[in-house]
């Protein structure tokens, strides 16, 4: 018996610092969601497609043009952060007056324009980097090192996001635009200008989310769809546009799949994390951080 | 400083602004006034950008700026404030005042931004402390933001949106304070709109009356109101206001 609860405590140990680790990549991901959401007001349903791109765009970088792993990540970060804001300047700003089912059809079409788009151009089959990042055995503990670069590099980006929005003007700006938008022009700012750096950088975090999945997933046309639902989740949980809800809910999102899964199989550990979405959803409909009326 | 001619702003069939035309000169304060709805509001929006002319001229220092988007107007030297203030509440005092300061100018340098601030803030009287939060500030104190951010975008002309409304008499006469300390200090023209007519009359060099879009009398306050075209419009909605504006500028004429 006791042999046992050591066992398992080394497990959930193990099971808990896992959660973490994953937390930090589905944090990242609601961040770059929610910084577009909160800021423009535009869900962009896509978001997941664009990952996918930018996992598609590493694989080809490294596996077919032989770049080195950290020369091709930049580049692909910059890769995905033109294309959101392409997206931004071709679908979203001729749509911003519109009403919101509008905008979100048509990033929901851009989802599957992006995922058709791959299936003609690279297939179906499914593709990975050809690199194996060795296990960190820690005590009794195993953990993957793609996983523990994952977090630390999540960790920065959010960081480097958290002093841009706090230190400079334009994420002052940036931080302040969706209260008035008519103001905001009214103290000089070019709003448009605003929206594409807004997305840009949203873009830019899905780059910078793509280059650390693609060290843990195969690449295929419908990647997105294994963590662009949770991604909606969390920033739901968090309350929409809210970065600190989000942050939160990733890491209580992470500790329920990985804790989940412990118990039984990881899919359980998904079926466990929607139920709770959907009891909290009743609970707290505007959030977890969401002050009670 | 300021040339509009023929300014028509039509929203389907209804003409809320209907060929107006004024000037304003260097270093003036024009008084705007007019009952509800008389296009004083419509008349900042298009100086301001917000709202594009459906026909007519704004020259400002010699170029027409009539359909500019606003930041390319504010960069050109128009500031403008708001009747019900609009401060951003994520943002400190400080902050929003900067803000302006920083993209206003159309420098984009911290520094001359930061330095933009702390003069304009000092300016209204607000404190320049970095961290003080815009949820302390009171009806009056939420003024002195908004004049503080039009301040730091370093306007050569100002536009004044009802300034004192919801303000008691002492604070309404400290506003309109002010507004002639900013002309007289800064050297900046302001063109201030307005409700109440008796503050008003007191600073105003020249003052221009809307009714129904269109321009019903224009000159000193004195002459403007005694003006019967002025005191019909007022009469009925304002009249005591009237009259007793009617009676100070009087008086200050008769010295």
């Known amino acids: 018996m006791q042999a046992f609860l050591d066992i398992f405590d080394i497990y959930l140990l193990e099971a808990v610092i896992n959660g973490i680790l994953l937390g930090g990549v589905l944090a990242l991901l609601a961040l770059g969601l929610n910084l577009i959401f909160g800021v423009i007001d535009v869900t962009w349903i896509c978001y997941a497609e664009l990952v996918m791109i930018g996992m598609y765009a590493m694989y080809f970088m490294v596996q077919y043009y032989g770049l080195s792993y950290f020369i091709a990540a930049p580049f692909t970060i910059l890769l995905v952060a033109l294309l959101g804001a392409l997206l931004h300047y071709l679908v979203i700003a001729p749509l911003l007056t519109a009403p919101p089912i509008n905008q979100l059809l048509a990033t929901g079409g851009v989802l599957f324009v992006l995922q058709s788009f791959a299936t003609v151009a690279f297939g179906i089959d499914f593709r990975n980097l050809g690199i194996r990042l060795p296990v960190l055995a820690f005590g009794d503990m195993n953990f993957s090192y793609a996983r523990l670069l994952s977090f630390l590099a999540a960790l920065v980006g959010m960081v480097a996001v958290y002093l841009f929005m706090t230190r400079t003007f334009t994420g002052t700006a940036i931080r302040a635009i969706s209260q008035d938008r008519q103001i905001m022009a009214l103290m000089g700012v070019d709003t448009k200008r605003m929206y594409i750096i807004t997305s840009a950088l949203g873009g830019g975090l899905a780059g910078l989310a793509a280059c650390l999945l693609v060290l843990q997933y195969d690449v295929h046309p419908f990647v997105g769809l294994s963590f662009g639902p949770i991604t909606f989740l969390i920033c739901v949980l968090g309350g929409l546009g809210n970065f600190i809800g989000g942050f939160i809910a990733a890491f209580v999102f992470a500790e329920i799949i990985s804790l989940g899964g412990l118990f039984s199989d990881l899919e359980w550990g998904y079926v466990l994390a929607f139920a709770f979405f959907i009891v909290m959803m009743f609970i707290r409909p505007a959030g977890l951080l969401a002050r009670r009326r | ?255």
């Open chain 2, 1 to 255: 400083m300021l040339e509009v001619s023929g300014l028509v702003k039509r929203f389907g069939g209804f003409k809320a602004v209907n060929n107006v035309s004024f000037r304003v000169d260097q270093g003036e304060i024009l008084g705007l006034i007019g009952p509800n709805g008389s296009g004083k509001s419509t008349i900042f929006n298009m100086l301001s950008g917000t709202l594009p002319p459906t026909s007519g001229s704004i020259l400002f220092a010699g170029h027409e700026i009539a359909g500019l988007a606003p930041h390319r107007i504010i960069n050109r030297g128009i500031g403008r404030t708001f009747q019900i203030p609009r401060p951003f509440r994520k943002l400190t005092i400080f902050e929003n005042v900067a803000l302006a300061g920083f993209y206003g100018q159309g420098r984009h340098s911290r520094v001359k931004a930061e330095e933009a601030a702390e003069r304009a803030l000092a300016m209204v009287g607000l404190p320049t402390d970095r961290h003080a939060s815009v949820d302390g500030l009171g009806a009056a104190g939420l003024k002195k933001l908004e004049l503080a951010k039009a301040l730091a975008t370093a306007p050569k002309l100002l536009l004044a949106d009802e300034s004192l409304g919801g303000l008691d008499e002492a604070e309404m006469d400290q506003a309109a304070e002010m507004l002639r300390k900013i002309r007289d200090e800064l050297g900046i023209t302001i063109i201030w709109v307005e409700h109440i007519m008796g503050v008003l009359m007191r600073v105003v060099d020249r003052v221009m009356v809307l009714d129904h879009g269109e321009k019903i009398s224009e000159g000193l306050p004195s002459a403007v109101a005694s003006d019967p075209r002025v005191i019909e419009v007022y009469l009925g909605t304002d009249a005591e206001t009237t009259q007793a504006a009617a009676a100070e500028a009087r008086r200050r004429a008769g010295v």
